[in-house]
């Protein structure tokens, strides 16, 4: 697609159940990354895939989240058992592998994933 | 580890006027910095990416500058629009590792 494609666009759950949010990167594009945006705070990294490196898990919070990049393209991140500090915007980027030292090229970001846990 | 800071946490101009926001980061070892815009409710726009060998990129109205040695970015808007307004977040990375974002500055441009 012409861009980032995230979803849902808006999801409530109640404490202790499963949610899986979607990310459809921009075409061609090897690297795809989610970060996490809580009301009032900045971007907070969870995960970052790279073509086909071992995934950059050094941001997930807890073993609750994890998140899966098939073939390539397609990413889905996984909270189990949501708590309600979990609520916040999950963004999803990606971007072009960048040759040389900068190692990664131009993010571009999706609209996000709205989650509330009541 | 890379911290980016971003001061004001946020700013109110009038229609028309030039404006500076400014980003600093810790680790002078910056490959890329990256300046986005946020609208409220929405996903974050790349504005402009200054990579390490360069100094400053330009796009419209926006100028962004690198100063590597001094651990400063400032993104430059000309003659500011009430359109203008958003969140305003800049981002750097260093080594191998993902983007490090400052918390944003929030901008108002009043008409």
């Keep these: 697609g012409a861009g980032v494609s995230q979803s849902p666009s808006n999801k409530v759950t109640e404490k202790g159940k499963d949610v899986e949010l979607r990310c459809d990167p921009i075409s061609g594009h090897t690297a795809l990354y989610w970060y996490r945006q809580s009301l009032g705070q900045g971007l907070e990294f969870l995960i970052y895939f790279q073509g086909n490196s071992a995934p950059d898990k050094s941001g997930l919070p807890s073993d609750r989240f994890s998140a899966e990049r098939t073939g390539g393209s397609v990413s889905t991140l996984t909270i189990q058992r949501t708590q309600q500090e979990d609520s916040a915007v999950y963004l999803c980027a990606s971007s072009l592998l960048a040759s040389g030292a900068a190692r990664t090229g131009e993010l571009f970001f999706g609209e996000g994933s709205r989650l509330t846990v009541l | 580890k890379q911290e980016v800071t971003q001061i004001p946490a946020a700013l109110s101009v009038p229609e028309g006027e030039n404006l500076v926001l400014n980003c600093s980061f810790t680790d002078s070892a910056i490959y890329n910095l990256q300046w986005f815009r946020q609208d409220p409710g ?70």
């Design chain 2, 42 to 111: 929405k996903g974050l726009t790349s504005l402009l990416l200054i990579q390490s060998s360069q100094r400053e990129q330009t796009s419209g109205r926006l100028n962004a500058s690198l100063d590597k040695s001094s651990g400063r970015s400032t993104l430059y808007i000309a003659a500011s629009q009430p359109g203008d307004s958003a969140t305003y977040l800049c981002a750097g990375n260093s080594g191998n590792t993902p983007l490090v974002f400052g918390k944003g500055t929030r901008l108002s441009v009043i008409a």
